[in-house]
């Protein structure tokens, strides 16, 4: 029985002793369009009379309350068990709704810090990170205007850039975009976003040529379909291969642009995939210590985030406002999320 009981201690020691030389932790991403997300305070520096109590969209603080606990749940049902160690935000109007969102509201339970843009955006809408300090600790951040070819185009949101360290002792470097919409036409608008992927690709390319296994993460609301110019052909984000290249982007919201009734946003009826996650090479390869979980992402695409479309048929994202009607929902677009899986060697 003795000769067991040692048998055992050393089965555990052994055990305990490989789970320490590589532990594996998860992390949980999220990129989410909250749909104008206003204090009712007004900024004579930007074009956001419309939030305003009394003006066109009657925003109150009750809604702008009732907002906030809607995003709240969000975040809270896409962790599941785990809140999301990073989550990516647009339409976000101010550090004071940040503020408001990760300290005054039932989110403030998950300890999140923020990271935000100042753009010179007419609305003063910007792009924001949140993160959690106990799975990832912030190095540096920066953020990027997009320069426009054609000098008429109005100003839209930077691009943020946050670089952090993870367990594997590894640099994360993580974009959050908001590339300019499509309002004035399709065609009309694209050469903007073809400006802003070329930044992108810019600050990419930077980024392989000094770091050896460089861990790339770019989210955000494209305004465009993954297989569009401005993403696949001057970003080059490509379908995820099975021998990637580490030096290469891919798109993992590509290889689903054919399937019916799938994306985060419909228009006229038609589901598009406008929010997306684009990766570097590394994480698709098989030596490297952060993976992709299956190599996928995912819509969050959960009942209470939907609601009937009488126009169209099928389900609609249930939106905050419907034009200038408050119908209480959440967002006109759907959160999309991925896991980095992450061995500590």
């Known amino acids: 029985m003795v000769n067991r009981y040692i048998a055992l201690s050393l089965f555990l020691i052994v055990y305990n002793g490989s789970l320490l030389g590589q532990r594996q932790d998860s992390l949980r991403i999220l990129f989410y369009n909250v749909e104008n997300l206003f204090d009712t305070k007004d900024d004579p520096l930007t074009q956001d009379d419309d939030f305003l109590p009394g003006k066109l969209m009657n925003w109150t603080h009750w809604k702008y309350r009732e907002k906030l606990k809607n995003i709240t749940r969000v975040i809270t049902a896409v962790g599941q068990m785990q809140s999301p160690a990073i989550v990516g935000l647009c339409e976000v109007e101010n550090d004071s709704v940040l503020y408001d969102l990760t300290r005054r509201s039932p989110l403030k339970a998950q300890q999140y810090h923020y990271i935000i843009t100042h753009s010179a955006d007419e609305r003063g809408m910007d792009v924001a990170l949140l993160y959690q300090r ?23 949101r930077n691009i943020l850039h946050a670089t952090f360290l993870t367990l594997s002792h590894d640099t994360l470097d993580v974009f959050v975009a908001h590339f300019p919409s499509r309002r004035g036409g399709q ?12 930044l992108l690709r810019s600050k990419a390319d930077s980024l392989f040529s000094v770091r050896q296994h460089a861990h790339i993460i770019i989210m955000g609301d494209f305004n465009d379909h993954p297989d569009d110019k401005s993403l696949a052909r001057i970003l080059k984000a490509g379908i995820p291969a099975l021998h990637p290249s580490d030096k290469q982007l891919y798109n993992l919201f590509l290889p689903r642009i054919k399937e019916r009734n799938f994306g985060t946003y419909k228009f006229q009826g038609r589901w598009e995939i406008l929010d997306q996650f684009i990766i570097s090479g590394d994480f698709l390869s098989g030596e490297s210590t952060m993976k992709i979980r299956n190599k996928e992402a995912t819509v969050f695409r959960m009942p209470f985030l939907l609601q009937d479309d009488e126009k169209d048929g099928g ?9 200038p009607r408050y119908v209480g929902g959440f967002s006109d677009h759907l959160p999309v999320y991925m896991d980095v899986i992450i061995n500590d060697q």
């Open 134 to 156: 106990d799975h990832v600790r912030l190095l540096q951040t920066a953020e990027y205007p997009i320069r426009f070819g054609n000098k008429s185009t109005r100003h839209s």
């Open 187 to 198: 065609h009309q608008t694209e050469p903007a976003r073809i400006d802003a992927a070329s």
């Open 315 to 323: 389900k609609k994202p249930f939106r905050t406002n419907s034009g």
